[in-house]
T-cell receptor, first 112, second 115 residues
Framework: DQQVKQNSPSLSVQEGRISILNCDYT??????FLWYKKYPAEGPTFLIS?????DKNEDGRFTVFLNKSAKHLSLHIVPSQPGDSAVYFC???????????FGQGTILTVHP | DGGITQSPKYLFRKEGQNVTLSCEQN?????MYWYRQDPGQGLRLIYY???????QKGDIAEGYSVSREKKESFPLTVTSAQKNPTAFYLC??????????????FGQGTRLTVV
C-alpha cells in the first residue's frame, strides 16, 4: 500500500521554465511534508518542507503547495536550471511519530 | 565537520553471507534510520531507532537486523534471509524522533551487490 505517491516517474523541462512536481498521499495522519533532492549514488538532501497548518511555503526558487482536502502537494521550481536535474522525493510524516514515508521519486531533467 | 557517514560506498558479497553496513553520525542526533532504495519504489524504511538501546521495525525489516549500542552508531546487518539484498542503502538521522521539528540528514549511501 503506497501511502505517498509520485505518479510521474520523470519530467523534462526547458531551462528558465517552471518545473512542477506532484505528490499525492492517502494517510490522513500525515501532517508534515518534505521534499528531498537526490543525485545518483548520493544520499538525499533536504529541500523544503511544509506543515499542514500552511498551504504554501517558499524558499528562493522553490515553492511547495499543500492542498489538504485533495491530499495533494506540489513542488514548483522557478526558474528551472540544469543543476536542478535530479531525482525528487516527497515524504510525509505524522509530526508526533517522526517516521518518514517516501514517494517513488520523480526524475527531473532540465535542458539548457 | 558534523555529518553522517556510511561505509563502505560499494560492497560486494557472495549470496548466503551476512554483511554489516556501517552508519556513524557526529550530529548528536537521537534518532537514526535505515532506508533501502530500489528503482521505481522510492525509499523504504527498514529499521529506525529513536534512542540508544531501542529500535523498531520499519516497513521492510525482514532479513535485516540492527543494533544501537551507542548514540553515534546504527549498523545494519543484511542477513542471508534477505531474499533480494542487492540495493542502495541509506542511513539518516534527525535531532529527535519528531521529524516535524527538523528534517532528516542522510548519509551518502552504500551500494550493496550480492553475487
Amino acid at each position: 500500500d503506497q501511502q505517498v505517491k509520485q505518479n510521474s516517474p520523470s519530467l523534462s523541462v526547458q531551462e528558465g521554465r517552471i518545473s512542477i512536481l506532484n505528490c499525492d498521499y492517502t494517510n490522513s495522519m500525515f501532517d508534515y511534508f518534505l521534499w528531498y533532492k537526490k543525485y545518483p549514488a548520493e544520499g538525499p538532501t533536504f529541500l523544503i518542507s511544509i506543515s499542514s497548518i500552511k498551504d504554501k511555503n517558499e524558499d528562493g526558487r522553490f515553492t511547495v503547495f499543500l492542498n489538504k482536502s485533495a491530499k495533494h502537494l506540489s513542488l514548483h521550481i522557478v526558474p528551472s536550471q540544469p543543476g536542478d536535474s535530479a531525482v525528487y522525493f516527497c515524504a510525509a510524516t505524522p509530526i508526533l511519530y517522526g517516521k518518514l514515508t517516501f514517494g517513488q521519486g520523480t526524475i527531473l531533467t532540465v535542458h539548457p | 565537520d558534523g555529518g553522517i557517514t556510511q561505509s563502505p560506498k560499494y560492497l560486494f558479497r557472495k549470496e548466503g553471507q551476512n554483511v554489516t553496513l556501517s552508519c556513524e553520525q557526529n550530529l548528536n542526533h537521537d534518532a537514526m534510520y535505515w532506508y533501502r532504495q530500489d528503482p521505481g519504489q522510492g525509499l523504504r524504511l527498514i529499521y529506525y531507532s529513536q534512542i540508544v538501546n531501542d529500535f523498531q521495525k520499519g516497513d521492510i525489516a525482514e532479513g535485516y537486523s540492527v543494533s544501537r549500542e551507542k548514540k553515534e552508531s546504527f549498523p545494519l546487518t543484511v542477513t542471508s534471509a534477505q531474499k533480494n539484498p542487492t540495493a542502495f542503502y541509506l542511513c539518516a538521522s534527525s535531532i529527535t524522533g519528531r521529524i516535524g521539528d527538523t528534517e532528516a540528514f542522510f548519509g551518502q549511501g552504500t551500494r550493496l551487490t550480492v553475487v
